[in-house]
């Protein structure tokens, strides 16, 4: 995926990509990434759940709750928080709609001097 950035916000969806209630997979250097929509609002979470690395493409999604379809764990899409023990949690990305488009702040990519 080619990604235009501003200010280390990358530009990774039209809006329109995303309705309500919807989810979109991504994967950006070598990270996946699931954005979702919740009452208007997008979200940015890793795509991997901690306990078998399923994805959760095909979860059930009720509410801000995301449920892993390998074996039902259930992952609260605004803090990443396990319901069950939220001491395991997936990763949130900070995540935006602007003109027309959805963004992502992603961490900073360490350069390597060899390549």
């Not at 995540?95 to 001097?113: I, M, T």
């Amino acid at each position: 995926m080619t990604l235009s950035m501003a200010n280390g916000w990358a530009r990774v969806a039209a809006s329109g990509e995303l309705p309500e209630g919807g989810r979109l997979a991504l994967t950006i250097d070598g990270q996946r990434i699931l954005l979702l929509r919740r009452e208007g609002a997008p979200y940015a979470i890793e795509n991997d759940c901690p306990h078998l690395g399923c994805t959760f493409t095909r979860g059930a999604f009720e509410g801000y709750a995301l449920t892993c379809p390998c074996h039902d764990w259930t992952f609260d899409i605004r803090t990443g928080a396990f319901d069950l023990a939220p001491e395991i949690a997936l990763r949130t990305y900070p995540c935006r709609e602007q003109q027309g488009a959805l963004w992502l702040l992603l961490p900073e990519r360490k350069e390597h001097p060899h390549g």
